[in-house]
Nanobody, 126 residues
Framework: QVQLVESGGGLVQAGGSLRLSCAAS????????MGWFRQAPGQEREFVAA????????YYADSVKGRFTISRDNAKNTVYLQMNSLKPEDTAVYYC???????????????????WGQGTQVTVSS
């Protein structure tokens, strides 16, 4: 069982930056594929970014490509989402997700993940 705890959300003006963190429990974090998703009010949860187990590859939704960066620190059992040039449409609850893998997978399908955090609110004001 893996527990995921997100942090780093908050209120920021358009054009600003935030860094989200997702701390994971467990001793095999380095073997997990990780992802970030978000859900805006009244909308379905959508994929944001994914990172494979180390050595890492990354994959982004078109809406965030060039502005967001996903990374991981296996020594700290943590995955990050650096968000720059934020827009009001980035406002959502952001969730991290994990899946144990034995390969270098980039997972963008919500149902393919096994574990989810509780989410952290990001609000971007115009």
């Amino acid at each position: 069982q893996v527990q995921l705890v997100e942090s780093g959300g908050g209120l920021v003006q358009a054009g600003g930056s935030l860094r989200l963190s997702c701390a994971a429990s467990g001793r095999t974090f380095s073997s997990y594929a990780m992802g970030w998703f978000r859900q805006a009010p009244g909308q379905e949860r959508e994929f944001v970014a994914a990172i494979s187990r180390s050595p890492t590859n990354t994959y982004y939704a078109d809406s965030v490509k060039g502005r967001f960066t996903i990374s991981r620190d296996n020594a700290k059992n943590t995955v990050y989402l650096q968000m720059n040039s934020l827009k009001p449409e980035d406002t959502a609850v952001y969730y991290c997700a994990a899946k144990a893998t034995n390969g270098y997978y980039l997972i963008h399908i919500e149902d393919d993940y096994d574990y989810w955090g509780q989410g952290t609110q990001v609000t971007v004001s115009s």
